[in-house]
């Protein structure tokens, strides 16, 4: 693909409908919980990204704006078990001590690491400029999306799950704002569809944790009655 596309017509559009279609609303706490294990890997390569398109764009005000609402912030402080008043972390050691909170049995955390790490390998090897350019296209309303689909699942007892919905609610508000927000701080980047791996490697991603994600909800349903 050569980038050449233009606004809804991108094919990462088309991905990020497809991960919102998702059945988020069909899984149970153990799901929800499996899903939450996906993203963290996810935030790993976002924040690494982020830190990509710093080095590559190291005068950019937008970006540094950026950078200073996602690594070494106190934005998501304070939340029980996971962060003190005023502490201040990266996004994605937020979602590492929520997992923290309620660990799998070592088996599945062993191969959920596995798959984790092939995952950001696989991200790791890409162009940087594409992986600079994916930043603007999660920050500028492509997240928001994903965010808001993931909620549909159902809320649960679960220290991991309510750290989870926790995370993406701040997130929506975050990047909700169209002047302010964290979409107004990357949308200058203007991402293409050379996009598009990173976004279905965060589909496979999704789905690999979480099989039961690609079942539609009325087959769910109907083998539950």
Partial sequence: MDGTSRGDEFRFKRVIGEICDLNWSGLDEAGVIDAAWAYYFFSVQFQENMEVARALYPDDPKLKDLESEESNTD????????????????????????????????????RFQAAGGRYLERVRTMDPQIRALSIASYEDGGLEKVFGAMLKSPPAES???????YFLFAHI?????????????????????????????????????????????????????
Avoid: I
């Avoid at 029980?80 to 979602?95: I, L, R, S, Y």
């Avoid at 220290?159 to 919905?165: K, L, M, N, Q, W």
């Avoid at 569809?193 to 079942?215: E, H, I, K, M, Q």
């Fill in 159 to 165: 220290p991991v799950v309510a750290g989870f919905r």
């Fill in 173 to 225: 508000q975050f990047d909700s704002d169209p002047n302010g927000g964290h979409g107004a701080m990357t949308r200058h980047l203007a991402p293409d569809d050379r996009v598009l791996p990173l976004w279905s490697a965060f589909y496979d991603l999704l789905v690999g944790f979480v099989p039961a994600l690609a079942v539609p909800e009325e087959s769910a349903t109907s083998r539950v009655a």
């Fill in 75 to 110: 934005n998501l402080s304070p939340w029980p078990g996971v962060a003190a008043d005023g502490e201040k972390m990266n996004h994605c050691e937020f979602m590492r001590r929520v997992l923290a909170l309620a660990l799998p049995a070592e088996e599945k955390r062993y």
